[in-house]
Nanobody, 117 residues
C-alpha cells in the first residue's frame, strides 16, 4: 500500500521561508515523477513543481526563482524549499508521486502553508 505523508507546513511572514517534505511508502517501489501541487480555498488545485527520477525539474512560472524541488530516490522522499514567500502562496500543499510503468498515481493528505502580509 503506497502512502504519502507531508510535513513542514506552517505560518510564516511574507518574505520568509519554509521547507516541505514528503515521504512515500513502499520499499522497492520506483516513482517516475514526484512533485507538489497546491490548492487555495475556492480555487482549483494547481501545479507547483515536479522532479523526475533522472533529475529533470519543472516549476510553475509563479514560483520560479523562489522554490526549489529536490528528491532522494533511495528514500522515496521529495522536498520543496520555499523562499521569498508571498501571501498568494497561501494554500494547502499536496505531495504527488507517480509510479513507473503506470502502476499508480498517489496524493498525500496535504499540509497547510499560510503566509501573512
Amino acid at each position: 500500500q503506497v502512502q504519502l505523508v507531508e510535513s513542514g507546513g506552517g505560518l510564516v511572514q511574507a518574505g520568509g521561508s519554509l521547507g516541505l517534505s514528503c515521504a512515500a511508502s513502499g520499499s522497492g517501489v520506483s516513482f517516475g515523477v514526484m512533485g507538489w501541487y497546491r490548492q487555495a480555498p475556492g480555487k482549483q488545485r494547481e501545479f507547483v513543481a515536479a522532479m523526475t527520477r533522472a533529475g529533470s525539474t519543472y516549476y510553475a512560472d509563479s514560483v520560479k526563482g523562489r522554490f526549489t524541488i529536490s528528491r532522494d530516490n533511495a528514500k522515496n522522499t521529495v522536498h520543496l524549499q520555499m523562499n521569498s514567500l508571498k501571501p498568494e502562496d497561501t494554500a494547502v500543499y499536496y505531495c504527488n508521486s507517480q509510479r513507473q510503468l503506470g502502476l499508480g498515481d498517489y496524493w498525500g493528505q496535504g499540509t497547510q502553508v499560510t503566509v501573512s502580509s
